[in-house]
């Protein structure tokens, strides 16, 4: 069925490192991917999204392109602040039927001064 | 424009005893869907209403229940609550095919 893998955490770093957290995806058809961000205590907030393949999401710095060759939306920010420190997921949803989301199952960010 | 709202933020119930939460979708959103997120993990999809219908359903059982009101509105109900269940819920709405706004969730401790 539809998953969502992602590299697990806590990925820890010093302010101004460049950020990279893996995510890969099954699923049938041609998905819209996403990556959403959980500050601790709150909800989720989208953080950015690509419907079709090559397409760069972006948003606050960070990036994921659309990889449909290689199944992957990997989440990129070259250089990263303290504020960055939350839960990072990667999701998709399926291009038919109706439609939710597939979560995988979040990478934990840790920024240090 | 307003987001989505749940309540209440936290609970704590005993098991076997019942739940309602209660989510208002943002303004002019005609889906609603709840997820179940436990410690740790990704958030996993219970269900969705749309115009309410439900139009989808995960992997949980019977016992998990759900309405969505003419305001679109909706409620999560869960009966026999176990252990198992103490989770954070969230409500995301949406439009048929648009993208997702997420509440703040509702943390349901089972003890």
């Known amino acids: 069925g539809d998953s969502v893998t992602q590299m697990e955490g806590p990925v820890t770093l010093s302010e101004e490192a460049f950020l990279t957290i893996n995510c890969t995806y099954t699923?049938?058809?041609?998905?819209?991917l996403f990556w959403y961000v959980q500050y601790p205590g709150e909800g989720l907030q989208l953080l950015l999204k690509?419907?079709?393949?090559?397409d760069k999401g972006s948003n606050k710095g960070f990036e994921a392109t659309y990889r449909k060759e290689t199944t992957s939306f990997h989440l990129e920010k070259g250089s990263v602040q303290v504020s960055d420190s939350a839960v990072y997921f990667c999701?998709?949803?399926?291009?038919?039927?109706?439609?939710?989301?597939?979560f995988g199952k979040g990478t934990m960010l840790l920024v240090s001064p | 424009e307003t987001g989505v709202t749940q309540s209440p933020t936290h609970l704590i119930k005993t098991r076997g005893q019942q739940v309602t939460l209660r989510c208002s979708s943002q303004?002019?959103?005609?889906?609603v869907s709840w997820y179940q997120q436990a410690l740790g993990q990704g958030p996993q999809f219970i269900f969705q209403?749309?115009?309410?219908?439900?139009?989808g359903r995960g992997n949980f059982p019977p016992r998990f229940s759900g309405l969505q009101f003419p305001n679109y509105s909706s409620e999560l109900n869960v009966n026999a609550l176990e252990l198992d269940d103490s989770a954070l819920y969230l409500c995301?709405?949406?439009?048929?095919?648009?993208?997702?706004?997420f509440g703040s969730g509702t943390r349901l401790t089972v003890v």
């Open positions: 690509a419907t079709k393949a090559d």
């Open positions: 303004s002019g959103h005609n889906t």
């Open positions: 209403y749309y115009r309410e219908e439900e139009n």
């Open positions: 995301a709405s949406s439009l048929a095919g648009g993208g997702y706004t």
């Open positions: 699923a049938t058809g041609y998905p819209s």
């Open positions: 999701a998709h949803r399926a291009d038919s039927g109706y439609s939710t989301l597939t």
